[in-house]
């Protein structure tokens, strides 16, 4: 998969394979934990821009897990996403 950055036109490079992302959903007005997914992180290297893609086709666990706190623990999400 290509990327290319719509801000200067670069292709994205990968930074970092195997970064944590935990999604989120909606609960009346807050946001609630629901899934742990692993994804690669990219970034343009001329402007910085990053971007998180290239998701598994199965999360790491889901938030009904007796077990969901620790494995955020472990993993420790470089982000959280609504």
Known sequence: MMMVCVLDGSFLKIKTNGVTV????????????????????????????EVVAG????????HYQADYPQLVERHQPFVRAK
């Open 22 to 49: 935990e999604e989120l959903m909606p609960n009346g007005k807050r946001w609630a934990p629901y899934k742990l997914w692993q994804a690669d992180l990219y970034i343009c290297e001329r402007c910085g821009y």
């Open 55 to 62: 998701f598994g086709q199965r999360p790491i666990a889901e």
